[in-house]
């Protein structure tokens, strides 16, 4: 009995010991594998939080690129639209030069025809004023004859327009006589004598007037008359008065021109 008591109760301390063995085994697997799914879940994690930053950046780099893509675009327009400005500058520049160019050649070219306008002028004057003097020597003198005669005591004898003319005038006639051009413009009668039936006017020798050529008077661009060169000088001529209207006898101030 002893042995036998003995015996199992060393069989049951055997089997104590090995269950607890056993049962400290397990917990240690039991331990390990919860730290695996741990590690596991933490690694999980850690690659959700990895890929969530990759995706991030990856977003946030491809805005990156198509903002950088849209201000090269606006960057390109401003560069295209500042080179069409500066060619339209220099294009509007050129041609404001150009005109400026322009304006000032056709201002040089005013100011030469006005200086020669002024001088033209000036010479005209000058010319009028010596025609305006010879015909008042003209006149005076032709009033000194008219008053001599009147107050001669005999019957006066006939003197013709070119007598009267030669008798009063002391120019004589330019060698010019035997061109034909006359002007037309400013010419005019300057005085009419009634009683010896002839005008003056103020085309002479000078203006390439001859004895015998035949001139028409006018009044407002109408024909009123016609006279025949009798006598020319230098500044004036003589004319005798061929045909004029009876309404309106020629005067001075007429204009004449060819026939």
């Not at 990895?50 to 390109?76: C, I, P």
């Not at 000036?122 to 020597?137: C, I, M, N, P, W």
């Amino acid at each position: 009995m002893p042995s036998l008591y003995k015996q199992l109760v060393e069989e049951e301390v055997k089997f104590g010991k090995g269950a607890g063995v056993l049962l400290a085994t397990e917990r240690s697997r039991d331990l390990r594998m919860r730290g695996v799914r741990i590690l596991i879940g933490v690694l999980f994690v850690l690659t959700a939080l990895s890929w969530a930053g990759t995706w991030k950046l990856y977003t946030q780099w491809d805005s990156e690129r198509v903002e950088r893509k849209k201000l090269q675009g606006l960057q390109a327009q401003l560069e295209d639209k500042a080179q069409s400005f500066d060619k339209a500058i220099k294009a509007f520049a050129l041609e404001s030069d150009e005109k400026v160019n322009a304006l000032r050649k056709e201002l040089e070219a005013g100011e030469r025809q006005l200086k020669e306008l002024q001088g033209s002028l000036s010479v005209r004057d000058q010319e009028l004023s010596a025609v305006r003097k010879e015909a008042g020597e003209l006149k005076e003198k032709i009033g000194e004859l008219e008053q001599k005669k009147s107050e001669s005591s005999g019957p006066a004898p006939a003197i013709s327009p070119l007598t009267e003319i030669e008798a009063i005038a002391s120019p004589a006639v330019s060698s010019a006589a035997g061109l034909r051009a006359v002007p037309v413009q400013r010419s005019r009668v300057l005085t009419v004598n009634r009683r010896f039936n002839f005008v003056v006017i103020n085309l002479g020798a000078k203006d390439r007037l001859r004895v015998g050529d035949s001139l028409i008077v006018e009044r407002d661009s109408r024909e009123i008359g016609t006279v025949e060169v009798e006598k020319t000088y230098d500044r004036f001529s003589a004319a005798t008065i061929l045909k004029e209207e009876r309404k309106n006898p020629l005067r001075e101030g007429d204009s004449i021109r060819r026939a």
